[in-house]
């Protein structure tokens, strides 16, 4: 409680402060003045590349009750706002960590924080993906973005941009799932996950339901890039204010002890 007092006092302080510093637009709206001293680098823009973590996320087919909030505490009873949360690991905005599909690899808390923060490689494929629902990127796509920019870096967080999250969160289109049960959105291709591997990257993120294309049986590319210790980022949000290459990423997950995976942020943080 004394912490909450000093936060609060503080609180207090800061907001006293602000208060001298409101000025009023020609509409009369209130605005702060721009603070004297940036708290982080003017010149750099960051990305938010995750959804928010909410009930009418599309969950993945067959998971029932995903996700659910309970309130625990209100102001008006209690003085203060709390809630409880459930949540599949695999849920909204997530990481799978190795142990998803390999016994014994890492679980979330176990995956290094070196390993969260890289250089972000974004390989385009918009085009193919609005032409063909069930595209795999292809290696051919990994030697493009080399012929481009140079061999990709050891530690590099490889983000594919599907533009699927345009569907997001309407879960029929972006599931795309056909009559008989199979879904159809794009993925990455066995062959540009072994370059990847070969590569020495740190994670695969995209933003669709599944790094392996909706239609997958075998989910390969989860085998493969968890086998050589690959984290993923699923249900990413719209990428396409990061640039191919030059921004880095921020992976930073519920640090759930021995899980599977679980709800991210992600950061692009552009040049
Ligand atoms: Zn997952």
């Known amino acids: 409680m004394d912490a909450m007092m000093k936060t609060a006092g503080f609180g207090t302080l800061v907001l006293a402060g602000l208060s001298s510093i ?13 603070p004297v001293t940036p708290a982080a680098p003017a010149a750099r823009r960051i990305v938010d590349l995750g959804h928010p973590l909410g009930p009418d996320n599309p969950p993945w087919p067959g998971d029932s009750n995903p996700f659910e909030t309970l309130p625990n505490a209100s102001i008006e009873k209690d003085g203060y706002f709390t809630r409880k949360f459930t949540s599949l690991e695999h849920f909204g905005t997530h990481l799978d960590a190795p142990a998803h599909f390999v016994k014994g690899g890492w679980t979330v808390d176990q995956i290094p924080a070196e390993r969260l923060y890289g250089p972000a490689v974004v ?28 061999r990709i870096p050891r530690g590099a967080i490889v983000l594919m941009r ?3 999250a345009e569907r997001w969160p ?4 972006y599931r795309n ?25 740190a994670g695969l993120g995209i933003d669709t339901l599944s790094v392996d294309y ?13 086998g050589a210790g690959l984290y993923h980022v699923e249900n990413l949000a719209d990428l396409s204010a990061v640039p191919e290459a030059g921004a ?7 640090n759930l002890e021995g ?6 942020r992600v950061f692009a943080l552009l040049p």
């Open 123 to 150: 390989l385009e494929a918009r085009q193919e993906s609005a032409g063909n629902a069930d595209y795999r990127l292809g290696a051919e796509k990994v030697a493009q973005w080399e012929a481009k920019y140079g």
């Open 22 to 34: 409101v000025v009023f637009g020609v509409m009369g709206e209130k605005r702060p003045r721009k």
């Open 177 to 201: 799932m056909d009559s008989a049960g199979s879904m159809h959105f794009p993925g990455f291709s066995v062959e540009a996950v072994k370059l990847l591997i070969e590569r020495g990257v």
């Open 259 to 264: 899980g599977s995976g679980g709800p991210a």
């Open 170 to 173: 309407d879960v029929r289109r």
């Open 214 to 226: 909706g239609a997958s049986k075998d989910f390969a590319v989860h085998h493969l890039s968890h």
């Open 248 to 254: 880095s990423a921020v992976v930073a997950p519920i």
């Open 162 to 164: 599907t533009g699927w």
